[in-house]
C-alpha cells in the first residue's frame, strides 16, 4: 500500500484555475495513476488517467480543460484545472490504478476539495 497526500484545492471563481498535486510515499513508477472525484450527494467518479507509458485520458465532461500530468523521480501526479466550471465542485482524489482499470489500488487518501462559484 501507498499512501496518497492530495493539495492544491481551493475556492474560485467559473473560468478561474488550479493545479492540484498528488504526492504518494512510494514508487508510482510502473503503475497507472488517476484523478476521481466526489461531489455532495454524488457518487466518487473517474476524471482522468495516466499510465506509466505516458499516455492520458479523460472523461468527456473535463476534456480540453484538465490535463493530468506525472512526475514518477517526484512520486507525485498534478491536474491542472483550467475554465473551471460550478460543477467540478468535488473534492478530489487521486490514486494509483490497478493494472489497466480504473479501479484504485491503494486506500483513498484526504482529498482536496475544490469549490467553484458561479
Known amino acids: 500500500q501507498v499512501q496518497l497526500v492530495e493539495s492544491g484545492g481551493g475556492s474560485v471563481q467559473a473560468g478561474g484555475s488550479l493545479r492540484l498535486s498528488c504526492a504518494a510515499s512510494?514508487?508510482?513508477?510502473?503503475?497507472?495513476v488517476g484523478w476521481y472525484r466526489q461531489a455532495p450527494g454524488k457518487q466518487r467518479e473517474w476524471v482522468a488517467s495516466a499510465t506509466s507509458g505516458g499516455s492520458t485520458n479523460y472523461a468527456d465532461s473535463v476534456k480540453g480543460r484538465f490535463t493530468i500530468s506525472r512526475d514518477n523521480a517526484k512520486k507525485t501526479v498534478y491536474l491542472q484545472m483550467n475554465s473551471l466550471k460550478p460543477e467540478d465542485t468535488a473534492v478530489y482524489y487521486c490514486n494509483r490504478q490497478y493494472g489497466s482499470t480504473r479501479y484504485p489500488l491503494d486506500y483513498w487518501g484526504q482529498g482536496t476539495q475544490v469549490t467553484v462559484s458561479s
Open positions: 512510494g514508487s508510482i513508477f510502473n503503475t497507472n
